[in-house]
């Protein structure tokens, strides 16, 4: 078993470069499959769920060649299966991609029903709806979804609430069907646009991507022939962003796009710490001083991220004063409150809802990551803390972040990697 050892109580200090997004990446990846020819995606994130999929998008056929570190070619010209490997796609939730990819251009998909974080109840009823107003059958039983279509025609579809997966899903299964289809009330995260961007790039016709209202005009064929670089990650930017307040330290964030961080941004501007948008592209992030209390509340975008939650919660759980977080988006989002009660936090989570008493300071103990999101809060609780912290359950923590201890080293944290 691996786990990291944090000897804590460092400020943060140096640079950072942030790498392409894990949930912009988890979507373009199947969405190759929509194209029947060859493309090369750069800036692809080095992390275990990029990993999976490409394999599983071998077993359906594509052929996949990694060009360098961050750059892969992916040829879907020979796909001779559209039953992707249960197995394979029950262990993480971007999964569900390969249903609209799939039903898309073939007029049929077989996915296991996805897995993934744990964060309480994940349905995915609104991707079904979608397809189904698109005129496809769809069948959920024995652990997996079926999805047929004779022909897709395009129609109008209401999102009953906002669903990032939801939104692409439907997307990906719209952009070869006949006609026009209008996507109503749907999510507008940096992803979403990224991936119209790309699918666009290789001859779709999407528009009002990053607006409530996305129309997608169908087209016979996507061309492939093109280069398409993915968007830098958000939330690593902000998990680092966040990391350099905690810890009292003073980060530049390069590779980010400073525009998709303004939520974080006002909310560490809020507590007392100090941000500099140097162009754009680079931001940089300070704190000399003890947070101050604040609350939160998680939103879609442009509101503030679930995703960085957690990482929040670890600079809440030592501001000056009482904050609360109302988590709306996921139902089971706090486990990681209790990680930080071990560690000499004061936090009472109920439902949706958590108080974090503000401590003088967080003291090492070993602790176990539930989710991706909340192994990253338990990194930098660890780096906060005074002696030594031990990260468990590593695997969800490289689901999403590359060379997360590398990045951490290279700023100053004393962190390492063992194999127990
Ligand atoms: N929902 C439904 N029905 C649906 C779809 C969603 O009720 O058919 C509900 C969910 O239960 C949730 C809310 O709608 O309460 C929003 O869910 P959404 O569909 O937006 O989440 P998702 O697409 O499954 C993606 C990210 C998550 C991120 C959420 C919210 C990927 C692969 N995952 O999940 O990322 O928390 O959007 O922004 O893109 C992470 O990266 O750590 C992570 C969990």
């Given amino acids: 078993m691996e786990k990291l050892v944090i000897n804590g109580k460092t400020p943060l200090k140096g640079d950072v470069t942030?790498?392409?997004?894990?949930?912009?990446?988890?979507?373009?990846?199947?969405?190759?499959?929509?194209?029947?020819?060859?493309?090369?995606?750069?800036?692809v994130p080095n992390i275990s769920d990029v990993k999976i999929y490409c394999d599983i998008?071998?077993?359906?056929?594509?052929?996949?060649?990694?060009?360098?570190?961050?750059?892969?070619?992916?040829?879907?010209?020979?796909?001779?299966?559209?039953n992707s490997p249960l197995e394979k796609t029950s262990k993480f939730r971007a999964s569900y991609y390969l249903i609209g990819s799939l039903l898309g251009r073939f007029g049929h998909a077989q996915v296991g029903m996805p897995g993934g974080c744990n964060l309480g109840a994940r349905p995915i009823d609104q991707h079904i709806k979608g397809?189904?107003?698109?005129?496809?059958?769809?069948?959920?039983?024995?652990?997996?979804?079926?999805?047929?279509?004779?022909?897709?025609?395009g129609t109008s579809v209401y999102l009953d609430m906002v669903s990032v997966g939801a939104t692409i899903n439907v997307m990906l299964a719209a952009v070869l069907a006949e006609g026009t289809t209008i996507i109503d009330n749907v999510a507008k995260e940096p992803h979403i646009v990224d991936?119209?961007?790309?699918?666009?790039?290789?001859?779709?016709?999407?528009?009002?991507?990053?607006?409530?209202?996305?129309?997608?005009?169908?087209?016979k064929k996507l061309h492939g022939n093109?280069?398409?670089?993915?968007?830098?990650?958000?939330?690593?930017?902000?998990?680092?962003?966040?990391?350099?307040?905690?810890?009292?330290?003073?980060?530049?964030?390069?590779?980010?796009?400073?525009?998709?961080?303004?939520?974080?941004?006002?909310?560490?501007i809020e507590m007392g710490a100090e941000v500099d948008d140097i162009d754009?592209?680079?931001?940089?992030?300070?704190?000399?001083?003890?947070?101050?209390k604040i609350n939160i509340k998680t939103?879609?975008?442009?509101?503030?991220?679930?995703?960085?939650?957690?990482?929040?919660?670890?600079?809440?759980?030592?501001?000056?004063?009482?904050?609360?977080?109302?988590?709306?988006?996921?139902?089971?989002?706090?486990?990681?409150t209790e990680e930080l009660n071990k560690m000499g936090a004061k936090i009472s989570a109920h439902g949706?809802?958590?108080?974090?008493?503000?401590?003088?300071?967080?003291?090492?103990?070993?602790?176990y990551a539930s989710d991706l999101r909340a192994g990253a809060a338990l990194i930098i609780a660890g780096i906060c803390a005074e002696g030594t912290t031990e990260v468990y359950n590593l695997s969800h923590i490289d689901r999403g972040y590359e060379n997360i201890e590398e990045k951490f080293k290279k700023l100053g944290a004393n962190i390492e990697r063992v194999v127990e």
């Avoid at 912009?24 to 995606?41: M, N």
């Avoid at 592209?281 to 003890?290: E, M, S």
């Fill in 18 to 43: 942030i790498s392409g997004a894990k949930n912009a990446a988890v979507a373009i990846l199947p969405a190759t499959l929509l194209i029947d020819g060859i493309c090369t995606i750069d800036n």
């Fill in 131 to 153: 397809f189904e107003a698109l005129g496809a059958k769809v069948d959920v039983s024995q652990g997996k979804i079926t999805a047929t279509a004779e022909d897709l025609i």
């Fill in 226 to 268: 093109a280069t398409y670089s993915i968007v830098p990650d958000q939330i690593e930017a902000g998990t680092f962003m966040l990391a350099a307040v905690a810890t009292k330290g003073d980060v530049t964030i390069r590779n980010c796009i400073t525009k998709h961080l303004e939520p974080i941004i006002a909310k560490i």
């Fill in 57 to 82: 998008l071998q077993d359906l056929g594509a052929k996949i060649t990694w060009n360098n570190e961050h750059e892969i070619t992916v040829d879907t010209r020979n796909i001779n299966s559209y």
């Fill in 280 to 292: 754009g592209d680079n931001i940089r992030v300070w704190c000399t001083k003890r947070p101050k």
């Fill in 352 to 367: 949706k809802t958590a108080v974090f008493d503000g401590v003088e300071g967080l003291v090492g103990a070993p602790v």
């Fill in 195 to 219: 991936v119209a961007n790309f699918l666009n790039t290789m001859g779709a016709d999407i528009r009002g991507a990053g607006t409530d209202v996305i129309k997608i005009n169908g087209v």
């Fill in 299 to 336: 939103l879609p975008y442009p509101g503030f991220p679930t995703d960085l939650q957690p990482q929040m919660g670890v600079i809440l759980s030592m501001a000056d004063g009482t904050s609360i977080i109302n988590e709306s988006i996921w139902e089971s989002r706090f486990q990681y």
